[in-house]
C-alpha cells in the first residue's frame, strides 16, 4: 500500500474515534506519525491549527510567547487574552492558564484541531505538562489538542482516558494497555487500587509498608510514564518548603524500596519510574481498557457489551478507598466516571433487549457510586414510570431533590419536568 492510502486508512480511524477525547496524542512508536501531521494540516473536517515547540520552550511563559507569535498568522485574534496580562501575571501561574485557555477555546467558533508538534522538547517543564491536563478539562468539545512527541509526554494519560477525556493513536490502531511500558520485567508486581488497594509482590502479598507514605508514593508512580521529584513533593507535602519535602521523599521513597526488598522507582536523567524489571500487571489499566473496548464503534455489539461487562466488575471500589488526598480525590473521580460510562452503557442496552429491571439494578449500582447523577434518577424514574410504580418514581425525586436542596443547588430543568409528567401535570 503506497503512503497517501496508508495516511487515508489512519485518517479514517483517527475520524471514526476522535470523539473520544479532547487529546489526542499519536504515539511516539507510531511509524507514521510526521507524514499523518502533515495529512491532518489537509483536514477538510477540521479547521486546523498548528504549533511546532522549539528549543527556547523550556517553560510555559516561554511557549505561550511562541504560541501567541506563530498562532497570530493563523488567527490574528489570538493571544488577545494574553496580551491583558501584566507582566505579574505572567509570573502567576492560575492566570497565565486561564487567558492561554480562553485564547485556545476562541481559535475558532467551528470544529478544530491544535497541534502541539514536537511537543517532547517541553519535556522538562512542569508547568506545561500542567497547562495541557487543565486545558483538555477546560476546553469546548469543538476543541481538540493533537501531541505529536518523539517520546511519551509525561501527563495522567490512563485516567485521562478513563474520564474520557484524552485517547491514544498508534497509527491506526488505540492503545488499549501497557500504556506506560510497565510490563515485561523480571518480578511479578500485581496491583490492585479499584477498592482499598493492595500490592501483590511476586504472589506475596505486601503487608508491611513503614507508613502509609511509602504506599501511596508507589501508587503515585503508576500514574504517569514519569514523574519528576518537584511533582512528587507537590503532591504529597505542599506546605513544606521544597528542602524539607526533598529529605521527606527520600525518607519515604526509602521505606518503599525496603517494602519491597527492592529499587521500586528508578531515577534517570532527572526523573522517576517504576524499575523496568517490575512486570507490572494493574487493575486500573485493564479497567481502562475495557473501557476502550467499549467504545469502539467497529466491534460487534455483544463485543462490546462484554467490554462494558468486564470494566463494571473490574472496577470493585472507588480508588484506594479510604485515602483523602487532593490527588487520589480526583483520580478516584476519574476513573468513577469511567465506571458510570460502563454502567450506563450496559443498562441502555438492557432497556433495548426489554430487560427494564436489570437496567434498574445497573442504574442503581450507579446512584450508589454517584448519588448526584441527576441524569441516573431520571432513567430510574423512566423505568419506574414504564413499569407502573408511579410512587416509586415520586420517591425517586424527592430523594434528589433532598440531595440537591441540601447542596444549593435546583434541580435540573429535564428533571423537574419528567417528574410534572409522572404527576400528570404536563
Not at 106 to 132: K, M, N, T, Y
Not at 171 to 189: C, E, S
Not at 395 to 422: C, K, P, W
Request: overall charge negative; glycine content about 4%; charged content about 25%.
Amino acid at each position: 500500500m503506497k503512503l497517501p492510502a496508508i495516511l487515508d486508512q489512519i485518517y479514517a480511524a483517527f475520524m471514526e474515534r476522535a470523539d473520544q477525547g479532547r487529546l489526542i496524542l499519536l504515539h511516539p512508536n507510531s511509524r507514521f506519525r510526521t507524514p499523518f501531521v502533515a495529512r491532518l494540516t489537509k483536514s477538510s473536517d477540521y479547521q486546523v491549527f498548528y504549533y511546532a515547540l522549539g528549543p527556547d520552550d523550556v517553560d510555559l511563559p516561554a511557549m505561550l510567547n511562541g504560541m501567541t507569535h506563530d498562532l497570530i498568522g493563523q488567527n490574528p485574534l489570538f493571544g488577545r487574552h494574553l496580551h491583558l496580562l501584566s507582566a505579574d501575571d505572567w509570573q502567576d501561574n492560575a492566570r497565565l492558564v486561564a487567558a492561554a485557555t480562553r485564547d485556545v477555546a476562541e481559535l475558532s467558533d467551528q470544529p478544530f484541531l491544535l497541534i502541539l508538534d514536537e511537543f517532547d522538547r517541553s519535556h522538562g517543564a512542569d508547568d506545561v505538562q500542567w497547562f495541557v491536563e487543565y486545558l483538555v478539562k477546560h476546553l469546548p468539545d469543538r476543541c481538540k489538542i493533537v501531541i505529536n512527541s518523539r517520546i511519551l509526554p509525561r501527563l495522567s494519560w490512563v485516567p485521562m482516558v478513563a474520564r474520557r477525556d484524552a485517547i491514544i493513536f498508534k497509527d491506526d490502531q488505540v492503545v488499549r494497555d501497557n500504556f506506560y511500558d510497565f510490563a515485561g520485567g523480571r518480578h511479578t508486581l500485581e496491583v490492585y487500587a479499584l477498592g482499598p488497594g493492595f500490592v501483590l509482590f511476586n504472589d506475596m502479598s505486601v503487608d508491611i509498608w513503614e507508613g502509609h507514605l511509602p504506599r501511596l508514593l508507589f501508587f503515585f508512580a503508576l500514574d504517569r510514564p514519569v514523574i519528576t521529584r518537584s511533582e512528587i513533593c507537590h503532591a504529597f507535602w505542599p506546605e513544606l518548603d521544597i528542602d524539607q519535602a526533598v529529605n521527606v521523599f527520600h525518607v519515604t521513597k526509602r521505606r518503599l524500596h525496603k517494602a519491597l526488598e527492592m529499587d521500586v522507582l528508578v531515577h534517570d536523567d532527572g526523573y522517576y519510574r517504576i524499575n523496568p524489571d517490575l512486570d507490572v500487571d494493574y487493575d486500573v489499566m485493564h479497567f481502562v481498557g475495557r473501557l476502550i473496548d467499549g467504545r469502539n464503534a467497529r466491534s460487534a455489539q455483544e463485543t462490546r457489551l462484554e467490554a462494558w461487562e468486564a470494566a463494571a466488575d473490574l472496577y470493585r471500589g472507588a480508588f484506594l478507598h479510604g485515602h483523602t488526598d487532593p490527588w487520589i480525590t480526583q483520580r478516584r473521580n476519574d476513573f468513577r466516571a469511567g465506571y458510570l460510562e460502563a454502567l450506563d452503557a450496559l443498562a441502555k442496552r438492557k432497556l433495548e433487549m426489554n430487560l427494564p429491571e436489570h437496567a434498574l439494578v445497573l442504574y442503581k449500582r450507579g446512584l450508589a457510586a454517584d448519588f448526584a447523577r441527576e441524569d441516573f434518577h431520571r432513567e430510574i424514574m423512566q423505568i419506574y414510570q414504564a413499569l407502573g410504580r408511579r410512587s416509586e418514581a415520586v420517591a425517586q425525586f424527592r430523594q434528589l431533590e433532598q440531595l440537591v436542596t441540601s447542596e444549593g443547588r435546583h434541580i435540573e430543568a429535564a428533571t423537574r419536568d419528567l417528574y410534572n409528567q409522572i404527576l400528570g401535570k404536563s
